[in-house]
C-alpha cells in the first residue's frame, strides 16, 4: 500500500493545521494507522493512532486535547487536526499503516510509511 500525506506548512503559534495521508495500491481499512512525527536528528515519535474503523484513538500526552485523528475507510484517507499549536510541534510529520493487527506505538510496528510532510509553527 502507497501514503501520500499533506497539508503541512507554517503556521504561527496557537494556530491551525489539517493533515490527511491517502492510502492507494492495497488495504487500508483493516489495519490500525497513526501519525509519527520526526526532528533532525531526533527518533521518529508517536503523535496519535487510530484502529481500523475508527472507534478507537489515541495520544502522545504532548498532543492530548490539542490534535485529533481521524479516517474515512471509504475513501482510505486518515486525518490529523492539530489546534493550538505550539513551537515544538515542529517536525517532519509521517503517516503509516500498521504491518499487522492491534494497536501500536512503536514505528517498528508500522510497515508502511508516507513521505512525510514538514509542519513548522513559528513563535
Known amino acids: 500500500v502507497q501514503l501520500q500525506a499533506s497539508g503541512g506548512g507554517l503556521v504561527q503559534a496557537g494556530g491551525s493545521l489539517s493533515l490527511s495521508c491517502a492510502a492507494s495500491?492495497?488495504?487500508?481499512?483493516?489495519?490500525?494507522t497513526a501519525w509519527f512525527r520526526q526532528g533532525l536528528g531526533q527518533e521518529r515519535e508517536f503523535v496519535a493512532g487510530?484502529?481500523?474503523?475508527?472507534?478507537?484513538?489515541y495520544y502522545a500526552d504532548s498532543v492530548k486535547g490539542r490534535f485529533t485523528i481521524s479516517r474515512d475507510n471509504a475513501k482510505n484517507t486518515e486525518y490529523l487536526q492539530m489546534n493550538k499549536l505550539k513551537p515544538e510541534d515542529t517536525d517532519v510529520y509521517y503517516c503509516?499503516?500498521?504491518?499487522?493487527?492491534?494497536?501500536?506505538?512503536?514505528?517498528?510496528?508500522?510497515?508502511?510509511w508516507g513521505q512525510g510532510t514538514q509542519v513548522t509553527v513559528s513563535s
Open positions: 487510530i484502529n481500523w474503523n475508527g472507534g478507537y484513538t
Open positions: 503509516a499503516r500498521q504491518t499487522g493487527y492491534g494497536l501500536g506505538i512503536l514505528s517498528r510496528q508500522y510497515g508502511y
Open positions: 495500491g492495497g488495504t487500508f481499512s483493516n489495519y490500525a
